[in-house]
């Protein structure tokens, strides 16, 4: 089959002569072919830059929507650290007025070292500066209220009940049933041993006159003070004692140091509580300092 051709006439204005070109159909069908294939790129690459465009758009949106919210959690953390350390103050605050009066519970641990403090507000989700804001309050006005309590309580008689641990340390016998540490046969413990070092000083729990100085029997270098209202505490097992009988003492006034005398297998101090000469669970009697 032949080659047809096509002539191209092109007619100037004005008196120019007339041109024409003759194109084979072949060559046509090329030229046409790629001139749909070059507006199909060119259409394809502007399809192209809008979404690229609108991408970048979206992205940017993005970038400062996270960076708006990091700004939020940054915000969020200062005034969570504001408010732990605001938390940190009010639990001491609570636990001086928990000691005052007798209340809380002991910080001791039996049969090992007390474990370290934690806290705070936890940040696993950001918590909403707002709300922050109004805990933030509420723990000002908890903490204008428990000063104005303890400036009440400064103002008054001071508490006679024992409240707080006659010495640092770690529980190494409990009150109650037991097994002699020197007979090995079943006793009651009257009350509870605290393990530290030799010479760790021993503290009056409560305020009280000093009824006994002196070695007591198996109890060795031993301290009892009378607080009224029919309470007495003792402690027992002192390498030094620094009272004496009738002597005024204040609650956390230093009474003596741990030791080994009497009857004991290594330095502690044996803590008793007696309510009209009975003895009793010294626990419920020890608070936060």
Do not use: W
């Not at 690229?52 to 939020?72: C, F, G, M, P, T």
């Not at 200062?78 to 809380?104: D, E, F, P, W």
């Not at 903490?143 to 641990?165: A, R, V």
């Not at 003070?225 to 003792?234: K, M, Q, V």
């Amino acid at each position: 089959m032949e080659d047809s051709r096509f002539t191209i006439l092109i007619v100037p204005s004005g008196r120019s002569e007339l041109r024409k070109f003759k194109i084979s159909s072949k060559y046509l069908s090329y030229g046409l072919i790629t001139l749909a294939m070059l507006c199909a790129l060119g259409i394809g690459t502007i399809v192209h830059y809008v979404k690229v465009y609108k991408q970048a758009k979206i992205v940017e949106k993005v970038q400062q929507e996270n960076a708006n919210l990091r700004a939020s959690l940054e915000k969020s953390e200062v005034l969570a650290q504001k408010l732990n350390r605001k938390i940190s103050s009010l639990s001491r605050l609570s636990a001086r007025l928990k000691a005052i009066t007798g209340l809380g519970r002991s910080p001791l641990k039996e049969e090992q070292a007390p474990a370290g403090g934690m806290g705070g507000v936890s940040l696993s989700q950001a918590p909403d500066p707002g709300q922050l804001m109004a805990l933030e309050k509420k723990a000002e006005l908890l903490e204008k209220n428990l000063k104005g309590l303890q400036s009440y309580i400064d103002t008054k008689k001071p508490f006679s009940t024992p409240s707080i641990p006659p010495a640092p340390g770690f529980i190494s016998s409990t009150f109650g049933s037991r097994l002699n540490p020197f007979t090995n046969l079943p006793d009651f413990h009257e009350g509870i041993d605290i393990c530290n070092s030799y010479g760790t000083p021993v503290l009056a729990t409560a305020r009280g006159t000093v009824i006994h100085a002196g070695s007591l029997g198996s109890f060795g270098q031993t301290v009892e003070i009378d607080h009224g209202n029919g309470i007495t505490t003792l402690f027992g097992h002192l390498s030094k004692i620094h009272v004496k009988v009738g002597q005024v003492v204040s609650r956390g006034e230093r009474i003596g140091l741990m030791g080994n005398s009497g009857m004991s297998t290594g330095p502690h101090v044996h803590y008793e509580v007696r309510v009209h000469d009975q003895a009793v669970n010294p626990r419920p009697y020890l608070a936060r300092r």
